[in-house]
């Protein structure tokens, strides 16, 4: 794969569920796919109210797979996720810094070279300054796309 990434159409799903009720967000953006060596990574902006945030999620795959999103911008957090484990990561607000944890349940990783998609999944319990706010499964759906303009 070439240093500059390949171009995809990622569609990043979001289910939330919060004291039994489900809420399930989407968002189309375009982006870059990296994969060198056991390290897979894609960078996206996505253009929200406030402002723009650039979204960097890496992946290292392992025995114990882990996976890192950082998001900075008009949101500005760092999380970390590997199964069957409690990870702290950082939230930060133009108010107040919190401290936020991910209790991974489930990754899951999928890249089709000949097709040229992935899916990435995530399903964890994410906790603000040690309160659970909900149970999450993230899911990145990618996808090849050569009309992408970064």
């Not at 039994?20 to 968002?27: N, R, T």
């Not at 990296?34 to 253009?47: L, P, Q």
Request: net charge negative; aromatic share 12%; glycine share 6%.
């Amino acid at each position: 794969m070439q240093s500059s990434g390949t171009p995809v159409k990622i569609l990043v799903k979001t289910e939330v569920n919060r004291d039994g009720k489900e809420e399930i967000f989407e968002l189309t953006v375009f982006g870059k796919y990296y994969r060198k060596n056991n390290t897979t990574s894609f960078i996206y902006d996505e253009v929200m109210e406030h402002g723009n945030v650039h979204t960097v999620v890496k992946m290292t795959e392992s025995e114990e797979p882990r996976v890192q999103i950082s998001r900075k911008g008009a949101v500005n957090m760092r999380l970390f996720f590997q199964e069957n484990k409690v990870m702290t990561g950082t939230y930060k607000t133009n108010i107040a810094n919190f401290k936020a944890e991910t209790g991974t349940e489930k990754i899951h990783f999928e890249w089709d070279d000949e097709r040229k998609e992935g899916i990435m999944m995530i399903k964890y319990h994410f906790f603000m300054q040690d309160v659970e706010v909900g149970t999450y499964k993230l899911e990145f759906t990618f996808k090849e796309d050569q009309v992408c303009v970064s």
